[in-house]
């Protein structure tokens, strides 16, 4: 579920890039029309835009790879501001931002019902509780240096051929 999520974002935030390069040009473009196209006004919204949509692509290809790392609020709000972001593209007649808005929004939503244990340390904290367990079950008996039988660490004859063990 969690890596469905990491690779939704990962995803949206490269299909963000062509989105921030139309932006980019858009931006451009307005600037060599001079003001008689667009006022001062339309001109700082598109840089505006072109800013924004440039820090939510490159955001969501870094939080999609530290999404196991962060905490699930974190990481989930973020999906949906990003989300935000390229839905604000739209405004300028950009399309290409529709697509990593759709994606992140998914993502949001998949990482808000992710369960709470495949997030920061968790998994690892179980690991190490398997390792003590299996320390505990290997140091808790030895073998029978006649037969080979497996005996408890404490006990002073082989159960299996009577052998003394020292
Ligand atoms: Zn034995």
Redesign the pocket.
Known sequence: MLRAAMVFMIVAGIFGLPAVMCSGCMSECGRGMGMDKLDHEGQSLIDFLYMVSLIASFGSIIMGALVTKLKKITSGSACFIFAICFAFLLVQGNFFGLFSSILLVIAGVMIFVAPSEQFVSAPSKSGTNVEVVENKITTGYKF??????K?EVNSKF??????Q?E
């Open positions: 029978c240096t006649e037969c080979g039988s005996i082989c159960t299996s051929c009577g052998e063990i």
